[in-house]
Structure formats: C-alpha cells, structure tokens
C-alpha cells in the first residue's frame, strides 16, 4: 500500500499526516469522484465514532464530497457495521465510517464501503490514493452540481432492528443478565437498546462517551472492568465490543476472557451442527490459534488464513463461498447477515447458543485448549528491518526449531508502527525463547538502521 492506505483504511494521529483535515478533505473529492456512476444525484452515507477529531474530519470529508458533487447523509455517532449496513439501505453510492477502531481518542481514521456495503479493494484503494496526489480540483462539480448535506434521523432505530432481526422472531433473551461494555464508543446508545429489546436485563457500562475516553480503560482491549463488573452483579455474560462495535470480546459468568477464537469455534459448530455453515470450514488470518485449526479439524471443517485483516478475511469468504469468518482480535464476520465484522450481531450469536442450549457460558466457550502463543511487539521508524538477511536468517531457524506443531508468524502492523513477532507451539518454553530471539535481532536491526 501507499502512503495514505493501511490494513483498515487510513489512520493515524489526529491533525498530523495522514490524519488532517486537508486530506480527508481530498480523500472526499477523490472518493466522490470514483464512486460516480450515471447521471443520477449521487449520494454517500457518513458515520463516526465519539472522538473528539471525528468533528474535524467529518467536517472537512463533507466538504470535499459535496465539492465532488455528491449529496451527503450524515449518521453521527453510530457503528461501522451500521454504516455498511445503511450503505445498501439508503441505495447509496459510498460509505465512510470516520473512526479509528480500537485506538485512542487522539487517533482517528477513515474507513470506505462501496455500494455494496463492502470495504474497499486494494485495488481501489489505490486508485484513491493515486488521485490524492494529482490536481482533482479540474474534475470536480459545477456550481450547480455542488452536493448537499443534511444530518438523518431514524438511523439507530435501523440498525437496531436489523441486528435483532439476525435471532429468529421466537427467541427471548429473557432471564439473561447481560454486562455490555460499549467502550464509550459508537455503539453507546444501539447496544444496550438492542439488548434490552430482546428481554435481557442489561447493565450497561462506559456509555458515556466525552470525546477522550473511547477505548480508554474499557472496551474490547481492556475487558478488566468488564470481568469486575460481572463478578459484581453475577451476570449471565459480559459482552466487550470496540470503539466503532466491529470487534466483540465476551467474559463469561466466571470472569474469564473468551477470545475472537473461541467465538469462532462456538459458531462454526453450532452452525455446521444445524446445517447452517457454508463451505466445509472457516476462514480467520495468520494469527488465529492452531488449537482452533485443530478443534475445526476435528468437526472435519477446515481453516482458510489470510494475511490480517478483517477486509482480507470477507474477501476470501465470498471467494470460496464462506459464511463465518473472523479474527482472534474479535473481528466476527457472519456473512448471513453483515458484510463486515460486527460486535454486536457476533455476540447475539453467542446469546442464541446460550438460550438454545441452556448451559452456562462457562461451558460453551472452551472449545479448545489454545496452543501456547506469545506475541511481542517491536517499535520502529523507518527503514525495513525485515528485509535484512539476519532477520531472515532468524525467522528460517525459528521456524526450523518449531517444526511442524508449531507457527511464526512476523509481520509489520498495518496501523501503528510496529513489528508484530508471533510465535506458538506445543512446548511453551520454546515459543517463548523463540519469540524472545526474533524480537531481539529485530531490535539490533533496528538499532543499527
């Protein structure tokens, strides 16, 4: 990719490069401009999250989509698979979803859905990003063809009902007492009102966002307050969804964390035991656990890795015809239902398995016993310390060392700049001295750059 362009469409600090109000400006021309098709009053729907930037980008994206010539619905603070979903809903051209995911409030990010409800190709997104750099002014609207733009009401109530629409009309989730943790994030107001609407007795923590606490200390990457919060008013489940509600991490009633994995696995087998899952297997990415690899194979479904990413997993789930699909981050594709990952629709199907089969989260949520993995991070800012011949050297040797019940995984972040060195296998000790090796020749690669 460019310089604009990561895993999850651009990112980055709040009024620094990439993320300033002059290039969501012309990421607004330049998308405008590509998603153009006939004569017809183009339009665009625009959400965000509840960072304090999201004023600022939003600002300057509608400005530049208006100036493109098209008519732009303003969401407000509302879920990126809420966005994706009201894409196809309201017949619009494009999607924008101003968040960026799981960071703090000081990052923000653009993310972009085609008229499909899908998340752009890198093909596209590269096309964007070529036109970002090249005078877009010379193709942009007359004066008469300049787009509005107006706020829209009703949108939560839409999402609301599509999420509750994916449990069937007869199912309650009465006599659950659910902990939702919203991350004072975009789906504040959606999540608990969906829960609540089903039957639950919902507790609702970190819902009120203030344009500086989104993510921060709660949510899908920082679940402790939730597990307090459960032990607490001995609920059924608590349910950890991110700052834009594409990710979900559930707790169980015992406190304990159940992965983006384990979800998977709970579905997959629930699915293929009802006849509902497509394709003969699953799809998740490099990072997943070989435990789920190995528990799939043991229902004689199989795992499809893609490179990170939940927009690589979608797009190999609809090249193969697969319908469940996801990251052990959290990111849950059901394609049934949504064409991205969705928190909230992901943890009514966790629900659902409860209900139907009567049993305590506890005992539904250990599919499998994870293989030891271990993932370290290593800073960098500039050069390629991968490409060097002794990183490579010790990549060749740690995967030698593993052998065939064993993985590594090492690969730059497509969001912050970071190395992420992965390893795991059945002997703990040595993913642990493998990891430790990776990290420090990286670390001296570095240094020495």
């Known amino acids: 990719m460019g310089r604009y362009f990561g895993t999850d469409g651009i990112r980055g600090r709040a009024n620094k490069f990439p993320m300033t109000a002059e290039v969501a400006q012309r990421v607004g021309m330049a998308a405008g401009l590509s998603f153009q098709r006939g004569t017809h009053r183009h339009r665009v729907v625009v959400g965000k999250d509840t960072r304090l930037s999201g004023y600022m980008i939003e600002s300057a994206l509608v400005s530049g989509l208006c100036a493109a010539g098209m008519d732009v619905f303003l969401l407000g603070p509302i879920p990126t698979p809420a966005v994706a979903m009201l894409v196809r809903s309201l ?49 942009l609207a007359d004066s008469d063809g300049i787009g509005r733009a107006k706020r ?30 919203c991350a004072n994030g975009a789906a504040y107001k959606v999540a608990p009102a969906v829960l609540w609407e089903l039957g639950a007795e919902v507790i609702s923590i970190n819902d009120d966002p203030n344009g500086y606490n ?9 679940p402790a307050g939730l597990q307090k919060k459960v032990h607490e008013v001995r609920a059924d489940i608590g349910i950890a969804l991110d700052g834009d509600a594409d990710r979900v991490i559930i707790v169980d009633e015992n406190g304990t964390i159940v992965d983006g994995d384990q979800i998977i696995a709970l579905i997959a087998e629930a699915w293929h035991q009802s006849g509902r899952l497509a394709g003969g297997g699953v799809v998740s990415t490099v990072m997943s656990n070989l435990g789920l690899e190995r528990f799939l194979g043991g229902l004689n479904l199989q795992l499809h890795r893609t490179k990170v990413g939940d927009r690589y997993v979608v797009e190999h789930m609809r090249a193969q015809g697969l319908n469940v699909g996801g990251e052990q981050s959290g990111h849950i594709v059901l394609s049934d239902f949504s064409t991205t990952g969705d928190g909230l629709v992901s943890a009514l199907q966790v629900l659902a398995c409860m209900k139907r089969q009567n049993r305590p989260m506890s005992e539904l949520s250990k599919k499998f016993e994870p293989v030891p993995q271990l ?35 090492i690969r730059p972040s497509g969001t912050e700049p970071l190395i992420r060195v992965m390893a795991e296998g059945d002997d703990a000790k040595l993913v642990e001295t493998v990891v430790n090796q990776l990290v420090e020749v990286i670390s001296e690669t570095r240094s020495a750059a």
């Open 375 to 409: 993932l370290r991070n290593v800073r960098f800012s500039g050069g390629k310390p991968l490409e060097t011949t002794s990183v490579k050297e010790a990549i060749e040797e740690a995967r030698q060392r593993l052998g065939s019940t064993g993985r590594v995984v």
């Open 214 to 222: 989104i993510n921060k200390e709660c949510g899908s990457t920082e």
């Open 152 to 181: 829209v009401d009703g949108v939560h109530d839409r999402y609301i009902e599509f999420a509750k629409r994916t449990l069937p009309r007869s199912m309650s989730l009465s006599g659950l007492r659910i902990v939702v943790d």
């Open 91 to 139: 017949r619009a051209d494009i999607g924008v979803m101003i968040s960026a995911s799981h960071n703090p409030y000081f990052d923000n990010g653009i993310k972009l859905f085609g008229p499909d409800g899908y998340k752009l190709s890198d093909e596209i997104e590269m096309r964007i990003e070529a036109m970002l750099n090249d005078d877009v002014e010379m193709a």
